[in-house]
């Protein structure tokens, strides 16, 4: 795909879901798309759909109406295997607790999606280098401080060069050093890496600093 290339494109989307036989609607015509190199916000209140709208990203529910496309593909009638494959090579995601493997080192832990694909773990130290981690690639989730454990989740995340890396919450429990820390590393990963970067968030501060910025209201999308 060029540069610049749209790599996510979520498109007039409707998703709910059934309470005692009712139809209870979280998104109703939800739009927004997202560039490789860019870093894209979307921001609300909780209960407001960002989560969902996040799990649809990354083709882990389905809507029910509008659709979602992928470099230029409409993913309506992938398979589920076409999708996990996706997932797998294409896909990082990064969730508000890091979801880290206690039993596994850093470097370990980092080198997971690699092994996924069979490659080789070689990339791993210069990346943990680039965010710090060098002198806690052998250490283990437990020994880390909160900021470095993030820092871990989001090198595991970019080692195997996603198209699309998808951020729930990822600075909602650190402190604001340490958030400053973490937003960084994600807008350089867009610009460095040229994936394109959506961040789940409820501070405005955080989602300013995003390339482009996305509210959640009326149970849809608007460009602010």
């Not at 998104?27 to 997202?34: K, N």
């Not at 060069?161 to 650190?174: I, V």
Request: contains cysteine.
């Amino acid at each position: 795909m060029a540069d610049n290339a749209t790599v996510l494109s979520i498109e007039n989307v409707h998703f709910g879901y059934k309470q005692a036989g009712v139809m209870v609607p979280i998104l109703s015509g939800a739009s927004f798309a997202v560039a490789a190199g860019e870093c894209a916000a979307l921001q609300g209140a909780s209960g407001t759909g960002k989560s969902t709208a996040l799990a649809l990203a990354g083709l882990l529910v389905s809507p029910q109406q509008g659709r979602i496309v992928l470099d230029g593909e409409d993913t309506t009638a992938w398979s589920e295997n076409t999708r996990a494959t996706w997932r797998r090579d294409k896909l990082g995601f990064i969730f508000q607790q890091h979801h880290l493997l206690d039993d596994f080192t850093v470097r370990e832990n980092c080198a997971l999606p690699l092994l996924w694909q069979g490659k080789d773990a070689a990339p791993v130290d210069a990346l943990l280098d680039s965010m710090g981690l060098s002198g806690r690639a052998n250490a283990y989730p437990p020994q880390l401080s909160g900021g470095e454990q993030q820092r871990a989740a989001i090198a595991r995340a970019l080692i195997h060069r996603p198209r699309l890396l998808l951020a729930d919450e990822p600075t909602g429990n650190l402190d604001p050093e340490n958030a400053a820390i973490v937003l960084k590393l994600l807008l350089d990963a867009a610009r460095k890496q040229g994936c394109a970067v959506l961040l789940v968030t409820h501070d405005p501060q955080i989602a300013a600093a995003a390339d482009k910025r996305f509210v959640m209201s009326e149970r849809s999308v608007i460009l602010k």
